[in-house]
Nanobody
Framework: HVQLVESGGGSVQAGGSLRLSCGASGYIFSRFCVGWFRQTPGKEREMVAR????????YYSNSVKGRFTISRDNAKNTVYLQMNSLKPDDTAMYYC??????????????????WGKGTQVTVS
C-alpha cells in the first residue's frame, strides 16, 4: 500500500519562501520518479517539477524555473520542493506524485500512479 503525504504548505507574502515535503511509505521510494503538481480551482492540475530516481536530473515548468528547487533524500524517503520568490500566481494546492521508472518524458497527471492529498500554498 503506497502512501504519499505532503506537508509544509501555508500562507506567505509575495517574495517569501516555503519548503514543501513529500514523505513516502509502502514501497521502495528510491525506485520512483517523483513530481510536484499544483492546481487551482477551475484549472487543470499542472506539473511544477520532477526529479529522477537518484536525484541526478530535475525538470521544471517555465513558470517556476529559477525560483523552485526540487530535491530528494532517499534515505529519508522524502522529496522536497524549495519555493523562493513566491508570487500570488503560485497560490494553489500542491500535490506530490510518484511513478516507477523514468522521469524525462513524463509530465502529465496520467503518467503518475500514486498521489498525496495535497498541501495548500497561499501567497498574498
Amino acid at each position: 500500500h503506497v502512501q504519499l503525504v505532503e506537508s509544509g504548505g501555508g500562507s506567505v507574502q509575495a517574495g517569501g519562501s516555503l519548503r514543501l515535503s513529500c514523505g513516502a511509505s509502502g514501497y521502495i521510494f528510491s525506485r520512483f520518479c517523483v513530481g510536484w503538481f499544483r492546481q487551482t480551482p477551475g484549472k487543470e492540475r499542472e506539473m511544477v517539477a520532477r526529479i529522477v530516481i537518484d536525484g541526478g536530473l530535475t525538470y521544471y515548468s517555465n513558470s517556476v524555473k529559477g525560483r523552485f528547487t526540487i530535491s530528494r533524500d532517499n534515505a529519508k524517503n522524502t522529496v522536497y520542493l524549495q519555493m523562493n520568490s513566491l508570487k500570488p500566481d503560485d497560490t494553489a494546492m500542491y500535490y506530490c506524485a510518484a511513478r516507477s521508472g523514468g522521469c524525462a518524458s513524463y509530465s502529465l497527471v496520467a503518467d503518475y500512479y500514486y498521489w498525496g492529498k495535497g498541501t495548500q500554498v497561499t501567497v498574498s
